[in-house]
T-cell receptor, first 113, second 112 residues
Framework: DADVTQTPRNRITKTGKRIMLECSQT?????MYWYRQDPGLGLRLIYY???????NKGEISDGYSVSRQAQAKFSLSLESAIPNQTALYFC????????????FGAGTRLSVL | KNQVEQSPQSLIILEGKNCTLQCNYTVSPFSNLRWYKQDTGRGPVSLTI?????NTKSNGRYTATLDADTKQSSLHITASQLSDSASYICVVSKYNNNDMRFGAGTRLTVKP
């Protein structure tokens, strides 16, 4: 987990606020992902990036945006947070060809009041 | 409807006992199936990955099986330890690998 660092680890915000979650990695991987995890549901992919400046929508991208301006950094933004975005958010990295095994950060617990 | 269903939702066993977790999927076309372990408050960690041609893969006391015909997988844990207490997540990838479907997980509790 230490190779993939998420900040902050916990965040409480109010409806309508803009918030950014940061992810940085020291693994040198080209691929990075953002997921959310809700109780009783599997992780769902929000956005993914295969390289700097490459951005792809995942299963549930509405209400989110991302930025990949460096290989090691991938940030997730909630432009106007709403309560149903309260969830546990995970960043992950992988390297093409190496079985595409994903390495996850420790997660960011976000509460939108 | 989730394309990856795991059972049971939760399981409690005594230390030293074996257990088997199940994963059924409808994801198609199939590329690979992975099992992850997620400790409380941590991100998932990969245990095994199996492609279409593999029907078993071991990682220490963890053994995963795959039946691609029936679209079922299992994760068998041998001689459980307290540190095995975690959620176990089954993940199935489509052929392009960037479309992965996660199961909701099985919460395993190992008691002394």
């Amino acid at each position: 987990d230490a190779d993939v660092t998420q900040t902050p680890r916990n965040r409480i915000t109010k409806t309508g606020k803009r918030i950014m979650l940061e992810c940085s990695q020291t693994k040198g991987h080209d691929r990075m992902y953002w997921y959310r995890q809700d109780p009783g549901l599997g992780l769902r992919l929000i956005y993914y990036s295969f390289d700097v400046k490459d951005i792809n929508k995942g299963e549930i991208s509405d209400g989110y945006s991302v930025s990949r301006q460096a290989q090691a950094k991938f940030s997730l933004s909630l432009e106007s947070a709403i309560p149903n975005q309260t969830a546990l958010y995970f960043c992950a990295t992988s390297e093409q060809g190496a079985g595409d095994i994903q390495y996850f950060g420790a997660g960011t617990r976000l509460s939108v009041l | 409807k989730n394309q990856v269903e795991q059972s049971p939702q939760s399981l409690i066993i005594l230390e030293g006992k074996n257990c088997t977790l199940q994963c059924n999927y409808t994801v198609s076309p199939f590329s690979n199936l992975r099992w992850y372990k997620q400790d409380t408050g941590r991100g998932p960690v990969s245990l095994t990955i199996m492609t279409f041609s593999e029907n078993t893969k071991s990682n220490g006391r963890y053994t995963a099986t795959l039946d691609a015909d029936t679209k079922q997988s299992s994760l068998h844990i041998t001689a459980s330890q307290l540190s095995d207490s975690a959620s176990y997540i089954c993940v199935v990838s489509k052929y392009n690998n960037n479309d992965m479907r996660f199961g909701a997980g099985t919460r395993l509790t190992v008691k002394p």
